[in-house]
């Protein structure tokens, strides 16, 4: 049982063109196909590489190979990727089928924020959200129902100008209605992620957790903030993420602290946002690797939730990135180990760790960081992994793809 490269950056489509990439940061399954998102962080160029930003790239079948669906400019060199499904307009009318569209936010130096959407025709609609200062960049996407109006909403994280909403207008160019002004604004550090626990949306946002009050007239309120002080160099909270209560009754939040002391916590609304511990990921791996990082990242952007092959009991899976780096004064830059790791958490809050392995005829590129997994939407068998993450270091096409069976993913090794 083994992982097969499907993606090496630094190679081309069948039309030609040129595909590069530092990092995959999404796998995102859109209108029976699969698209990725890459990032052109610290990229090396040498001599006959071509300049390229952040790009889309899609695959179409099973069958087919990656082709560029969208090249950004060299200036846009990282990019979110998201897919989104409507069932009513912004006026709460039912569509006749729902609407799905694939939204791609790409980095900013110049403070310039847009979204772009793919139309069903193929083509690209950019469409401007807001203007600030320096670099500006949206990480994270989410569609909510406003329990008072009862209206379906986007919600587009934003750093710096804050937390946008918008509505699907059909009559305008990219399909969303964005509103002027953002519900949320005025913090430092990126949006990493939103979950909607209860009925009622949550964003994390370093190093804290907001809830929005629905209404005519939304606000967001902090209701948790991690009560021991966060290493500086952190993005604080990962992979928001909504999971059954332990009591059978309601939901907790999930969510991972990154930095030097990364662990899995359970946050529960029910008792006043209260944690509970559910595993320190450092002491974890180093009980597995019998060596104790320094160090952690564990999902990146978010957790993909999978039924198991043989039990249909379903589990979540998480990419984790650690160094063993001692100098914390800034992000580390060695120290990563490169092994592609990802964990599995099965319904009771029992973890594993994992490893792509592959048997390839050439040497297995640099696995650092597995950032993004995917269901295949081709015959939902199959599990697509991206990743790799620079730290702070030049590279040089390193954005990689493995896919496997679900059962291999999810085995025991042997």
């Not at 090396?44 to 082709?67: F, H, M, N, T």
């Not at 430092?188 to 005519?216: Q, S, T």
């Amino acid at each position: 049982m083994h992982f097969r490269r499907v993606y090496q950056a630094g190679t081309w489509d069948v039309a030609g063109r040129y595909m590069g990439g530092t990092e995959i940061m999404h796998l995102v399954p859109h209108g029976g196909r699969l698209y990725a998102a890459t990032s052109t962080l610290q990229q090396v160029q040498e001599p006959g590489d071509p300049a390229v930003g952040a790009q889309v790239l899609v695959l179409e079948s099973a069958e087919s190979s990656w082709r560029v669906e969208r090249d950004f400019e060299p200036r846009h060199w990282r990019l979110t990727l998201d897919s989104l499904t409507f069932t009513e307009d912004g006026r709460g009318r039912r569509l006749p089928e729902p609407h799905s569209l694939l939204l791609a936010a790409p980095t900013e130096r110049t403070g310039r924020l847009a979204v772009e959407v793919r139309e069903e025709s193929g083509s690209w609609t950019r469409v401007p959200l807001a203007e600030g200062q320096g670099t500006a960049s949206i990480r994270s996407f989410c569609l909510y129902r406003d329990k008072v109006t009862g209206l379906e909403r986007l919600f587009a994280g934003t750093a710096p100008m804050g937390i946008f909403s918008g509505v699907l207008d059909l009559d305008v160019p990219g399909s969303i209605r964005w509103d002027t002004r953002p519900e949320l604004e005025g913090y430092r550090k990126r949006p990493m992620g939103f979950a909607e626990c209860n009925g009622v949306l949550h964003a994390i946002i370093h190093p804290g957790i907001y809830r929005r009050v629905d209404g005519e007239r939304p606000r967001w309120e902090q209701v948790y903030t991690f009560p021991e002080q966060v290493i500086p160099i952190s993005s604080g909270l990962r992979g928001l993420t909504a999971i059954p209560h332990p009591s059978g009754q309601g939901e907790v939040l999930l969510a991972v602290l990154e930095g030097d002391r990364a662990r899995l916590l359970r946050i529960d609304p029910s008792a006043s946002y209260r944690d509970t511990l559910e595993l320190d990921v450092l002491d974890f791996l180093g009980e597995r690797w019998r060596r104790r990082p320094s160090y952690a990242i564990a999902a990146y952007d978010d957790m993909t939730e999978l039924r198991h092959p043989e039990t249909g009991a379903p589990v979540l899976l998480m990419g984790v990135g650690a160094t063993f780096e001692a100098d914390l004064s800034t992000h580390p830059k060695q120290g990563w180990d490169p092994g592609g790791w990802y964990l599995i958490r099965h319904g009771e809050g029992r973890y594993a760790l994992r490893s792509i392995t592959a048997q390839e005829p050439v040497p297995m590129p640099p696995l650092v960081a597995t950032r993004s997994i995917a269901l295949s939407p081709f015959d939902g068998r199959t599990v697509f992994l991206g990743g790799y993450d620079p730290n702070m270091s030049p590279c040089r096409n390193t954005a990689w793809i493995f896919s496997a069976s679900l059962e291999t993913v999810l085995a025991t090794p042997s």
